[in-house]
């Protein structure tokens, strides 16, 4: 399953021994960190790169923020976006905290099968009062771990994909001269040195923490991106679902969906698809509202929105005719693994 929080972190904090630590160092080693991943597939082109620069004294005062840049072939090379907001952090003078971050797509495996997730792992660099780097890498799918999250064994798939994040964590350690201080254990799984604790010896933290914690963290997410509203469609049900499948450019965003037995309906975001899922998702959420408002039923719903106009930001139906999923449930576990 893909989650839109961690389901892992590490750290490791960099004490060069003289001299301050300049922005470039903290992006050259994003960068370098990033090959690491990138050699086991774990970080594929086109990953997007954050940069900002916050006072140490109050962090809500930016004095550089640069965000969602395309990690080029040569990211620093002169004159590019990545390398103009690089440069103009370093002619800041005084106490700051620089943050370096990159989205890195990447493949997760199953025997026969690769998958791509939009945001796989994240690396983020920061630089305290220009002395101490920490690099922090975290994941954000289950593909390591011997038993999902939704506490389903999986040894096909932890088989494919443990030894390639095990592999990448020796190399970015071996890069950075230091092992990994492995995260706090969470709602999904317990890090380690080397990956994550097997959860079939002491059992999860929580029985489908997926399902119990991502699903609603998912529907906060999406909601965050519209105006709260009591004109809303039931958003759960216990009946089976109709649904069309939104795409934007050839991809899959998520799934528009209505109940067939009572009056819920709304949409459920593809998680691999990434942020993208959420923007297109708020939208679709809008057209439901829309419906609601002018009386109509939620299956009503679901045809008229799939009638509108199609906008090549919002995205389009890909069916002529909804599918069927026989609970929301089922339909959530296809937009959370896929």
Same mark, same amino acid.
């Not at 939009?118 to 011997?146: M, P, R």
């Not at 080397?194 to 529907?219: H, K, L, M, N, Q």
């Given at each position: 399953m893909?989650?839109?929080?961690?389901?892992g972190?590490?750290?490791?904090e960099?004490? +060069?021994?003289t001299g301050e630590?300049?922005t470039?160092?903290a992006a050259?080693?994003?960068?370098?960190?990033w090959s690491?991943l990138?050699g086991?597939e774990?970080a594929?082109?086109?990953?997007k790169?954050s940069v900002s620069v916050r006072s140490?004294?109050d962090?809500?005062?930016?004095r550089?923020?640069?965000d969602g840049?395309?990690l080029e072939p040569?990211?620093?090379?002169?004159?590019?976006?990545?390398s103009r907001a690089? *440069?103009?952090?370093?002619?800041?003078e005084? &106490?700051?905290?620089v943050?370096i971050?990159i989205?890195? @797509?990447?493949y997760?495996?199953?025997?026969?099968a690769?998958?791509?997730a939009?945001?796989?792992?994240?690396?983020q660099v920061?630089?305290?009062?220009? =002395?101490l780097?920490?690099?922090?890498?975290?994941?954000?799918?289950?593909?390591w771990l011997t038993?999902?999250?939704?506490?389903?064994?999986q040894?096909?798939?932890? !088989?494919?994909n443990?030894p390639r994040?095990t592999?990448?964590l020796g190399g970015?350690?071996?890069?950075?001269?230091m092992?990994p201080?492995?995260?706090?254990?969470?709602?999904h !799984?317990t +890090? *380690?040195?080397t990956g994550f604790?097997d +959860?079939r010896?002491?059992? @999860?933290?929580?029985? &489908?923490?997926w399902g119990t914690?991502e699903?609603p963290a998912r529907?906060?997410l999406?909601? =965050?991106r519209? +105006?709260a509203s009591?004109?809303?469609y039931?958003?759960i049900? &216990?009946?089976?679902v109709?649904y069309?499948?939104?795409q934007?450019?050839?991809?899959t965003?998520?799934?528009?969906w209505?109940?067939?037995? &009572?009056?819920?309906?709304g949409y459920?975001?593809? *998680?691999?698809a990434?942020?993208g899922?959420?923007?297109?998702? !708020?939208?679709?959420?809008?057209r439901l509202r829309?419906a609601r408002?002018?009386?109509?039923?939620a299956?009503?719903?679901?045809t008229?929105?799939?009638?509108? @106009?199609?906008h090549?930001?919002t995205g389009l139906v890909?069916?002529?005719?909804?599918?069927? !999923?026989?609970s929301?449930?089922a339909?959530e576990?296809? =937009?959370?693994r896929?």
């Amino acid at each position: 399953m893909i989650t839109s929080v961690p389901i892992g972190d590490w750290t490791w904090e960099v004490t +060069p021994g003289t001299g301050e630590i300049r922005t470039v160092r903290a992006a050259e080693t994003a960068l370098a960190v990033w090959s690491v991943l990138a050699g086991h597939e774990l970080a594929t082109p086109v990953g997007k790169v954050s940069v900002s620069v916050r006072s140490l004294n109050d962090t809500r005062d930016v004095r550089v923020r640069a965000d969602g840049l395309e990690l080029e072939p040569e990211p620093l090379a002169p004159g590019t976006p990545l390398s103009r907001a690089v *440069t103009e952090a370093d002619s800041l003078e005084g &106490d700051f905290v620089v943050g370096i971050r990159i989205e890195c @797509p990447g493949y997760w495996l199953e025997p026969g099968a690769k998958h791509r997730a939009e945001k796989l792992f994240v690396i983020q660099v920061d630089i305290w009062k220009s =002395s101490l780097l920490v690099v922090t890498l975290e994941t954000y799918a289950d593909a390591w771990l011997t038993t999902d999250t939704r506490d389903r064994e999986q040894p096909g798939v932890y !088989a494919e994909n443990a030894p390639r994040l095990t592999a990448a964590l020796g190399g970015i350690s071996s890069l950075l001269g230091m092992a990994p201080t492995a995260g706090d254990p969470n709602r999904h !799984a317990t +890090p *380690t040195e080397t990956g994550f604790e097997d +959860p079939r010896i002491e059992g @999860p933290a929580y029985d &489908d923490s997926w399902g119990t914690f991502e699903v609603p963290a998912r529907s906060r997410l999406l909601r =965050s991106r519209i +105006p709260a509203s009591e004109d809303e469609y039931q958003e759960i049900t &216990d009946h089976p679902v109709r649904y069309f499948t939104v795409q934007r450019a050839g991809q899959t965003m998520g799934y528009v969906w209505a109940s067939v037995g &009572d009056e819920a309906a709304g949409y459920e975001p593809r *998680t691999a698809a990434g942020v993208g899922a959420f923007e297109v998702g !708020a939208e679709w959420l809008l057209r439901l509202r829309a419906a609601r408002g002018q009386g109509l039923s939620a299956l009503e719903a679901l045809t008229w929105v799939a009638q509108r @106009p199609p906008h090549p930001e919002t995205g389009l139906v890909l069916e002529d005719i909804p599918q069927v !999923a026989p609970s929301l449930d089922a339909l959530e576990e296809l =937009s959370g693994r896929y």
